[in-house]
């Protein structure tokens, strides 16, 4: 199966800093990637799928970008509400996830 | 709008089985994959395995395979996943999402499945 590795596993940043999560597939897995975000207690969303596509109605602060085996997901202009836990996920065979980034406010 | 509503929490005793639910509304159930995610305490996010309401045909993560069964009622646009068997390890929160086109669009709000003597 596929293993997605994600880095780095937290991050503590100011607001207003960009902010950049990467994601590595174990084999290539296309554009096969989608980035979620999770805040506690709720369940994940859906920001980003296919790579780089944003889902409808999620700020365009988000973005992501890659291809193959190793995609990049990243933050603009970082703010309080941003604080939540972020996973890639593999899609191409099945599905596996990253192991989750926590960001936080410096 | 698209729903998708789990059944509550269940406190179970190791060994005994165990059957939760997600029901679909607002979208026409038997055309998307509908997928199960664990998420232990404090832990990151798991795939477990995906199913097609249409045929009812389930894929499984191989870390999950032969640990719990996937199913679908189209009749009344229900995925469950069930154990027969449960243990201390399967307390978690189990979510089921819409798997559109590759992406998990829409969740349920999750079920605390908690094991424990």
């Known amino acids: 199966d596929i293993q997605m590795t994600q880095s780095p596993s937290s991050l503590s940043a100011s607001v207003g800093d960009r902010v950049t999560i990467t994601c590595q597939a174990s084999?290539?897995?296309?554009?096969?990637l989608n980035w979620y975000q999770q805040k506690p207690g709720k369940a994940p969303k859906l920001l980003i799928y296919?790579?780089?596509k944003l889902e409808p109605g999620v700020p365009s602060k988000f973005s992501g970008s890659g291809s193959g085996t190793d995609f990049t997901f990243t933050i603009s202009s970082l703010q309080a509400e941003d604080v939540a836990t972020y996973y890639c996920?593999?899609?191409?065979?099945?599905?596996?996830f990253g192991g989750g980034t926590k960001v936080e406010i410096k | 709008e698209v729903q998708l509503v789990q059944s509550g929490a269940e406190v179970k005793k190791p060994g005994e089985s165990l059957k939760i639910s997600c029901q679909g509304s607002?979208?026409?159930?038997?055309?998307?994959?509908i997928g199960w995610v664990r998420q232990m305490p404090g832990k990151g996010l798991e795939w477990m395995g995906i199913?097609?309401?249409?045929?009812?045909?389930?894929k499984y993560s191989p870390s999950f395979q032969g640990q719990v069964t996937i199913s679908a009622d189209k009749s009344i646009s229900a995925a469950y996943l069930q154990w027969s068997s449960l243990k201390a390890s399967d307390t978690a929160i189990y979510y089921c999402?819409?798997?559109?086109?590759?992406?998990?669009?829409?969740w349920g709000q999750g079920t605390l499945v908690t094991v424990s003597s």
């Open positions: 084999q290539d897995i296309a554009h096969h």
């Open positions: 996920e593999q899609y191409d065979n099945l599905g596996t």
């Open positions: 607002g979208y026409s159930f038997t055309n998307y994959w």
């Open positions: 199913i097609y309401p249409g045929d009812s045909n389930p």
């Open positions: 999402a819409r798997r559109s086109g590759g992406a998990n669009d829409f």
């Open positions: 296919d790579a780089s």
